[in-house]
C-alpha cells in the first residue's frame, strides 16, 4: 500500500492528536507543535500503526516557528497539510498586551497561509494533494451578538470577548474559500473546518465537560468525510449545511452587486433619508 505524507501543525493535543490516529493506518507523518515531549510520544504510539513519523518542534507564533515548517515543506513530498495550530485570546481588546497581537494573528491567520503557499508548489507538480485549515465557527459571528452556541437564552452572557480571535478566523475563512476558486481546475483539494466549541484543553479546557461541545475525534472525523464529499467549507455540527451556505453566497453576491456602483447610495445623498 502507498502511503502519502501528511503534516498537521497543533499536533500535540486535541484536534491535532485526532486527525493524526485517523490518518496514521494509511499516512506517514509529520508532527508539528512546541512541545517536542508530547510530539515524541504520539509519533512513538502512532508507529505502531505502521507510520512512519517525523517529529518538528516550531512556535507557529513566531517567525523562525514558521520558517522551520515552511522550509520543511518547501521538499515538495507532502501531500496533505492540515493547518490546525491556534490560540483563542479572548480579553477586551483593550486589555490585550500590545505585544501579544502580532503573535496571536501570526499563529491564527498568517502561519496557515505561508504553510499553504509553501506545500502547494510540491502538490501541484505531483498533481495531487490536500489542504485542510481549522479556522471556528466564531468566524461567522463578527456580526452577531449571539456568542454561544446552540442559542441558548444565556448564551450571550457567555459570549467570548473575541475581536482578535474572530478577524483571525474570519481571514482563514475568507482565504481557503478563495483559495479553492483559484485552485478548482487542479487536483488539489481544499477545506475548511469551522467547528463550535471543542472538548480539548485548549483555552484552558474550559469547553472540557460542556455538554455542546464537540469531541475533537469527531471534528476531524467529519473533516476527513467532508474532504472524500468534495466540501470546501465543513462546519460539522450543521445539518442542512448546503442550504447554510447557499444562502450565504446568496447574500454575498447580492450585496457584491449591489454595492459595485459609481455613485453613492440614496441615503447619502438625499437630505430626506
Known sequence: MTRTLALITGASSGIGVAYARL???DHDLVLVARRADRLADLAEE?????ATVEVLPADLATHDGIAAVTDRLAAGDVRMLISNAGAG???PL????PAEIDSLLTLNAVAPIQLVRAALPGMLAAGEGAVVTVASLLAFSAGSTLGGVGGA????ARAP???????AKTATLGFTRTLAGELADTPVRVQVVCPSIVATEWNGGVSRGNPQAMLPEDVASASLAGLRLGETVCVPGLEDQDSALDALLTAETALIAGGFRPTPAARYTDPQA
Open 46 to 50: 502512532l508507529r505502531t500503526h505502521g
Open 23 to 25: 490518518l496514521a493506518d
Open 89 to 91: 485570546g479572548y480579553a
Open 161 to 167: 470577548r473575541r475581536t482578535l480571535y474572530v478577524a
Open 153 to 156: 437564552d444565556d448564551a450571550r
Open 94 to 97: 483593550t486589555d490585550v498586551d
